[in-house]
């Protein structure tokens, strides 16, 4: 019984988050996704080259809890934005356009430190995601890492 209400408490926030958020609720979640999966393969590589420690592994935590605050910003920015307008009758074509720019900007560079503590694994990467994951940071940046 205790699973049903722990499963009915999980759906019921997350539809609030998506009816909340909107359009930006996806990538928020696949940017959560990412950041388990970068933790989890830098704590890994950080193992297998010896430099495991605590106090990098809470900095990272730090570092994603930073993350989630920049959204907020460009949330709240999205909100001023279209408050203001609205208030003037102006009617623009979007909701979350910074949000939605500042997580996607953060999930490829999530994919791209993953990538990197794969390589560190010894994991074998192909060419083509290298390739694909290089050409949209040059795109996001303007420069070469």
């Known amino acids: 019984m205790e699973n049903k209400g722990i499963k009915a408490v999980i759906s019921a926030a997350l539809a609030a988050f998506a009816a909340y958020f ?17 933790y ?3 704590m890994a590589a950080a193992y297998v080259t010896a430099s495991l420690s605590s106090r990098r592994g809470i ?4 570092k994603k809890v930073g993350y ?6 460009a949330m709240g920015v999205d909100y001023l934005i279209m408050n203001g307008l609205t208030a003037v009758n102006i009617r623009p074509g ?6 939605m720019i500042v997580t996607v900007w953060l999930i490829i560079n999530e994919m791209i430190s993953i990538l990197e503590n794969l ?4 994991v074998p990467i192909p060419g083509f995601l290298q ?11 303007g420069k070469e890492r």
């Open 68 to 73: 989630m605050l920049l959204i907020a910003v």
């Open 131 to 141: 390739a694909i994951v290089k050409k949209l940071r040059i795109t996001t940046e």
């Open 94 to 99: 979007f909701e979350m356009y910074f949000g």
């Open 119 to 122: 390589g560190v694994l010894g």
């Open 22 to 38: 909107g359009a930006v609720a996806v990538p928020v979640i696949v940017l959560l996704i990412m950041m388990a999966a970068d």
């Open 40 to 42: 989890l393969s830098g």
């Open 59 to 62: 900095s990272g935590i730090v």
